[in-house]
T-cell receptor, first 115, second 108 residues
Framework: DGGITQSPKYLFRKEGQNVTLSCEQN?????MYWYRQDPGQGLRLIYY???????QKGDIAEGYSVSREKKESFPLTVTSAQKNPTAFYLC??????????????FGEGSRLTVL | AQRVTQPEKLLSVFKGAPVELKCNYS??????LFWYVQYSRQRLQLLLR??SRESIKGFTADLNKGETSFHLKKPFAQEEDSAMYYC??????????FGKGTLLTVNP
């Protein structure tokens, strides 16, 4: 079954702790993205990666870190420096360099709550 | 800078009525515009893109470069159209910028 898998679906964290959200895709897509979805704010881009071992900051990268060691994996770490980490996080992937550029395939999301 | 504006947070219409979800963008280059939809308890998914010029589920959207708009329209709304709709703008760097979304409710 092809697609984007995010885990965990729900996560609780104490203040001051780092937490890593997993994102895996078996679509053989080049690009992967992390968005944060907040009520009334829409989707805001945190980080994106177009190729293995390379990634770029999005609009709200502060307090987050990522890695792209494998094409199929793009984990997001929410660090203790992120001031308002409670949110719904969406991972996505896409083909690039073709007419299908811009069609993002999304995971089901991870809801992080900081206690 | 890329920017997408969806002026309506909420839009409520009756079944069979026309619906228009507004989207305006700001981008200095050649834009690629998309509409994404999120139905209740489902993943966010692509609805349509301006380059395809196609109608999906009865929805159409025309890119108006003069007005920098990409409004989504459907002549006769159905209850199953109720969802959150996001307009998105793609640039040359494969980065997709989303608007804040419009929650469409189609009443019976």
């Amino acid at each position: 079954d092809g697609g984007i898998t995010q885990s965990p679906k729900y996560l609780f964290r104490k203040e001051g702790q780092n937490v890593t959200l997993s994102c895996e895709q078996n679509l053989n897509h080049d690009a992967m993205y992390w968005y944060r979805q907040d009520p009334g704010q829409g989707l805001r881009l945190i980080y994106y990666s177009q190729i293995v071992n390379d990634f770029q900051k999005g609009d709200i990268a502060e307090g987050y870190s990522v890695s792209r060691e494998k094409k199929e994996s793009f984990p997001l770490t929410v660090t203790s420096a992120q001031k308002n980490p409670t949110a719904f996080y969406l991972c996505a992937s896409s083909i690039i360099g073709t007419a299908n550029t811009g069609e993002l395939f999304f995971g089901e999301g991870s809801r992080l709550t900081v206690l | 800078a890329q920017r997408v504006t969806q002026p309506e947070k909420l839009l409520s219409v009756f079944k069979g009525a026309p619906v228009e979800l507004k989207c305006n963008y700001s981008y200095s280059g050649s834009p690629e515009l998309f509409w994404y939809v999120q139905y209740s308890r489902q993943r966010l998914q692509l609805l349509l893109r301006h380059i395809s010029r196609e109608s999906i589920k009865g929805f159409t959207a025309d890119l108006n470069k003069g007005e920098t708009s990409f409004h989504l329209k459907k002549p006769f709304a159905q209850e199953e159209d109720s969802a959150m709709y996001y307009c998105a703008l793609g640039g040359s760097n494969y980065k997709l910028t989303f608007g804040k979304g419009t929650l469409l409710t189609v009443n019976p």
